[in-house]
T-cell receptor, first 115, second 112 residues
Framework: GAGVSQSPRYKVAKRGQDVALRCDPISGHVSLFWYQQALGQGPEFLTY????????KSGLPSDRFFAERPEGSVSTLKIQRTQQEDSAVYLC?????????????FGDGTRLSIL | GDSVTQMEGPVTLSEEAFLTINCTYTATGYPSLFWYVQYPGEGLQLLLKATKADDKGSNKGFEATYRKETTSFHLEKGSVQVSDSAVYFC???????????FGAGTRLAVHP
């Protein structure tokens, strides 16, 4: 069955460029999360959507990071004026509802490299 | 705040050896606990979970027991296979929106 799909799988950009990362969650999933995973580390929370509403963006590291989910399905994470420290794997996850303790389903991630 | 601490890797084992990966946590209340696995080049997959104290989660020969008294959720497998080589993450939900807090991950390498 269709899982969480992320694109592109790999993205190389020069410092200062803007990038956009796409996430297609499992159809009908209400909750959508973005995480950042640095090399050799566990994922760290960036932001959370419940349908189209962004309810938590406390993990976004700076105002260069922006996420949206305008129709409550596909989400885009945008990074403006990229810097080398933005290099990481960006993971998207979704879950069916909002119940506490529901497992999250992850995509394969987008590996972002900033030169 | 809530946190998860895992034993450092890499863990290198021979096929059919016994595996333990330690995980301890600090949390408000008694959240569910999860183990996720990340195979090379892939995203995270849920391996097992436990929702309350003394629960044992199990899947694919892996087990972990939610120990409230020691705030631990150690992952075990009696006989590992080469195909179990991956990075294992312990995690718990935190905050009002179920965001996951992960440990740093433990890389397991199993040799024939």
């Amino acid at each position: 069955g269709a899982g969480v799909s992320q694109s592109p799988r790999y993205k190389v950009a020069k410092r200062g460029q803007d990038v956009a990362l796409r996430c297609d969650p499992i159809s009908g999933h209400v909750s959508l999360f973005w995480y950042q995973q640095a090399l050799g580390q566990g994922p760290e929370f960036l932001t959370y959507f419940q349908n189209e509403a962004q309810l938590d963006k406390s993990g976004l590291p700076s105002d260069r990071f922006f996420a949206e989910r305008p129709e409550g399905s596909v989400s885009t994470l945008k990074i403006q004026r990229t810097q080398q420290e933005d290099s990481a794997v960006y993971l998207c996850a979704s879950s069916p509802g909002t119940a506490y303790n529901q497992p999250q389903h992850f995509g394969d991630g987008t590996r972002l490299s900033i030169l | 705040g809530d946190s998860v601490t895992q034993m450092e890797g890499p863990v290198t084992l021979s096929e059919e050896a016994f595996l333990t990966i330690n995980c301890t946590y600090t949390a408000t209340g008694y959240p569910s606990l999860f183990w996720y696995v990340q195979y090379p080049g892939e995203g995270l997959q849920l391996l097992l979970k436990a929702t309350k104290a003394d629960d044992k989660g199990s899947n694919k020969g892996f087990e972990a027991t939610y120990r409230k008294e020691t705030t631990s959720f150690h992952l075990e497998k009696g006989s590992v296979q080469v195909s179990d080589s991956a990075v294992y993450f312990c995690a718990l939900p935190s905050g009002g929106y179920n965001k996951l807090i992960f440990g740093a991950g433990t890389r397991l390498a199993v040799h024939p």
